[in-house]
């Protein structure tokens, strides 16, 4: 008899954007001619950058003749790239990472939630409140937890994200009776929140990971919207991460790729996890072979074109459009602080994070039904996102200000 991983019952019945999908498309076909203005989802909107365009032109010449045709590419991803992303993303910034340690995959989200495999599935996992629910919901399919219980599963930790902490938690929040976490996920810039970390709110979770044998997966795929000269951009800038931290990073957002797919992880060389005889066993080779066998790599024509955002132009027009966006985020956030309401995020970040005061869904609805206007509910990212909207600044300059007037209007 053929049995299915039963693990999947366990998973939340409808995946939150499945669930706006749905909301939304029965709100369009009920009001055919209305204008839906999209601000939820955390797509890209402009064009990538003419620098990309172009390397991506020469790649597709590139594979029209014999000369300079690729194949299949190293399942780690083409050196050129990996050269680039160590030097501008890390040593740049006085970080040493090297390009051997760079991992080229298909995007962030597929690297956070295939990295779990190499774990045994009895570590113990900590994870931010409000969180992205890819770090979750991956481990539930592998059987990682229990059954879900209120809205959370068990044999999960869940670290509060709130106003109190600036949306940062640090080890001292960890419930001492609970286990011990094996791996804890944090992500900042945060989505949903927004919100940053200091240099030293992720040094102590460094140290905390260190003196506990304990591993931190750091997903910095919206690294690129710091603005703020004091905020690390990497983990790797803490001192000792390299011994506790692997670090995903996106294109997606960094130069519009969500529609091309290309990322990068980061597992530094050293970093150990252990046995259950409790000898150390190092992670890089792991995931190496984790890749080699079930990964063919990134094309070479996507990492062409994530290579020219390194060249000098290709910097200068990524870095214009993040500022388009964030310029949109600065827009809406001070619209909604005129209307009275209280809003994280936005200044370093392409999401802002609004205390809507009461149910999330029915604010959802509300703004969808009277202002054809489409956010994220808070709830879809957990318990402590109830009360909350997550509202993206991924949209035309024309769009935006439109559905600003429509907010207004309608609160």
Not at 344 to 365: C, E, L, R, T
């Amino acid at each position: 008899m053929l049995h299915v991983n039963e693990n999947y019952s366990k998973i939340q019945a409808s995946y939150l954007f499945t669930e706006i999908a749905h909301r939304v498309a029965a709100h369009q076909a009920a009001n055919p001619g209305a204008k839906i203005i999209r601000l939820g989802i955390g797509d890209v909107t402009e064009p990538l950058a003419p620098a990309v365009v172009e390397a991506m032109h020469k790649a597709v010449d590139d594979e029209a003749g014999r000369e300079h045709f690729h194949g299949y590419g190293p399942e780690q991803g083409y050196a050129f790239l990996r050269e680039k992303a160590a030097e501008a993303d890390f040593k740049a910034r006085g970080v040493d990472i090297q390009a051997d340690e760079i991992f080229i995959s298909d995007g962030a989200k597929c690297d956070c939630g295939n990295i779990q495999e190499l774990f045994a599935d009895d570590v113990a996992i900590a994870v931010g409140d409000p969180v992205y629910p890819v770090y979750v919901d991956t481990n539930v399919m592998a059987g990682r937890t229990g059954k879900n219980e209120g809205g959370r599963y068990s044999g999960l930790q869940y670290l509060t994200c709130n106003a109190a902490n600036g949306f940062v938690p640090s080890p001292a929040s960890l419930d001492p009776a609970q286990p011990k976490p094996d791996i804890v996920y944090l992500c900042y810039p945060n989505n949903p929140t927004g919100a940053v970390a200091t240099l030293d709110q992720l040094q102590e979770w460094v140290d905390w990971a260190r003196a506990n044998k304990a591993l931190i997966l750091f997903d910095a795929a919206y690294e690129a919207f710091i603005r703020d000269p004091a905020i690390p951009h990497s983990i790797y800038e803490c001192t000792g991460a390299r011994e506790c931290a692997i670090e995903f990073r996106s294109y997606s957002k960094t130069a519009g790729f969500t529609g091309i797919r290309c990322g990068y992880t980061v597992v530094p060389k050293g970093l150990m996890a252990y046995a259950a005889d409790g000898s150390q066993v190092e992670l890089r080779p792991m995931w190496t072979r984790r890749q080699t066998t079930k990964f063919n790599g990134a094309s070479y024509i996507t990492q062409r074109g994530a290579e020219a955002i390194y060249s000098k132009d290709g910097a200068e027009q990524t870095k214009a459009t993040i500022d388009f966006y964030l310029e949109n985020a600065k827009l809406v956030k001070n619209a909604l602080k005129d209307l009275g309401y209280t809003v994280a995020g936005g200044d370093n970040s392409p999401y802002i994070w609004v205390d809507v005061k009461g149910s999330s869904w029915d604010f959802f609805d509300k703004l969808l039904k009277e202002a054809n206007v489409v956010t994220t509910p808070g709830a879809g990212f957990g318990r402590a996102g109830e009360g909350y909207i997550r509202i993206s600044a991924f949209n035309s300059r024309e769009n935006v200000l439109e559905a600003i007037e429509r907010l207004k209007k309608t609160l």
